[in-house]
């Protein structure tokens, strides 16, 4: 019996102690200055823009606009709201479902015109006895480079007031801007896209004739070399030229890496020495593809190319806190220091001596630009080189990093 009491004792302390709890939250909330009308009606407005932001980031289609249509009407505060393109009605949320002909009309007009238009009862005509809808503000959206991509229609109950009015302009004009960076988003992409594509031209002239011609000497004097040379070449097309994804990870790189190596070695022969250091921790870290196989190219080249005897590259990959550093050194023939003072951008067109291939350094420029639009103008190659001290390719990859990740 006395646990019994006391039990329910402690259970009555608990809901005692959680009473008093509820007051004194409730006590604080009323205090002046914790979350007065202003600071409300802000939350509501942000929080209701980035639930319309979102979709419109990702473009103006039928389903994007569903998705914002809701959203932007509680910004605007009209009775009725709809998106359309250029063309048709995207979506309509609330009132003026029966005047969709009447809105898509006026909503192609802003867009041909590029001006706004408010629109009265004798512009919208009804035969229906009980419909309120009696005007609405038309206002275009402007996309990037100032193209008119649709329009924004809001829906009134009565004629439109200049609160309203006013409301509708402001936010088709912040709903453009959003169309706007979709846009320069997609742009980036394809744009990416391209200096993948660029990459990858690069590897065929550079490295396909010499890596076949390599394999085509061991077919008579070496035929199990010259079976593994060919599968070795395969796989590393597979990679370079695979179709999907603009980011892999450091292990994937660094095995196309090994062999594109493996037939570097074939031609070379012991004139082509290799160090690794890679730390186990940060084979995982993600990074743009096809990010360090140019540097080892380029450090073959130049690191063999015009020097005798041996030459030798290094690669190393370490763990640095929240980033991975990276590595790529050669002890060739190095180039002049003079040459970067214009920044990497300008390698693409420099000659350290007669004889150079005017394009050689093409790849370090299409690294730098890659890594920067990623990471940022902080994660840039960084290069260290004199004649006849080698070069030096430094590159930071943050370990994690917003929208970036293998496949993707």
């Known amino acids: 019996m006395g646990g019994n009491l006391s039990g329910l004792f402690g259970v009555v302390s608990l809901l005692a102690a959680l009473g008093a709890a509820l007051f004194a939250v409730l006590r604080l909330r009323a205090r002046r200055g914790i979350a007065t009308a202003t600071q409300r009606a802000t939350y509501e407005v942000l929080h209701t823009a980035g639930l319309a932001a979102e979709p419109l980031r990702a473009g103006l289609s039928a389903a994007n606009a569903a998705k914002a249509v809701r959203h932007l009407r509680a910004l605007v505060g009209a009775a009725g709201l709809a998106l359309t393109n250029r063309e048709s009605l995207l979506a309509l949320d609330g009132r003026g479902g029966h005047h969709d002909e009447q809105l898509v009309a006026a909503a192609r007009r802003a867009v041909a015109t590029g001006r706004s238009t408010v629109l009265g009862e004798p512009e919208l005509p009804c035969d229906r006895v009980d419909c309120p809808v009696r005007g609405a503000v038309v206002a275009p959206l402007t996309g990037a480079d100032g193209r008119r991509v649709g329009a924004l229609v809001a829906v009134a109950d009565g004629q439109p007031e200049p609160g309203l009015v006013q409301a509708t302009l402001e936010t088709a004009h912040w709903a453009g801007n959003q169309l706007a960076l979709a846009e320069l988003d997609s742009s980036r992409e394809r744009l990416a896209r391209a200096e993948v594509r660029a990459l990858r031209a690069q590897i065929s002239p550079h490295f396909i004739y010499n890596a076949l011609t390599a394999i085509g000497s061991f077919v008579r004097t070496d035929p199990d070399r010259a079976r593994e040379l060919i599968l070795e070449f395969a796989e590393f097309t597979r990679y370079s030229f695979r179709a999907h994804g603009e980011f892999t ?156 990740r293998a496949g993707s």
Not at 297 to 305: D, F, I, T, W, Y
Not at 324 to 350: K, N, Q, R, S, W
């Open 249 to 404: 990870t450091l292990a994937e790189e660094l095995r196309s890496i090994d062999r594109y190596l493996t037939i570097e070695r074939a031609r070379f022969g012991d004139r082509l020495q290799v160090r690794l250091q890679i730390a186990p921790e940060v084979l995982p870290v993600t990074l743009p593809f096809l990010c360090l196989q140019p540097l080892v190219e380029n450090a073959v080249r130049h690191g063999l190319s015009r020097k005798p005897g041996t030459g030798i590259v290094s690669i190393e990959a370490r763990d640095a806190g929240t980033e991975c550093h990276i590595t790529v050194e050669d002890d060739g023939v190095g180039m002049d220091p003079t040459t970067l003072t214009a920044g990497i951008a300008e390698l693409a067109g420099a000659a350290g001596e007669p004889g150079d291939d005017p394009g050689q350094h093409v790849g370090l420029s299409n690294v730098d630009e890659r890594l920067r639009s990623v990471f940022g103008d902080g994660f840039g190659l960084v290069v260290e080189t004199g004649l006849g001290s080698g070069t030096k390719v430094s590159l930071r990859v943050p370990k994690f990093h917003p929208g970036v």
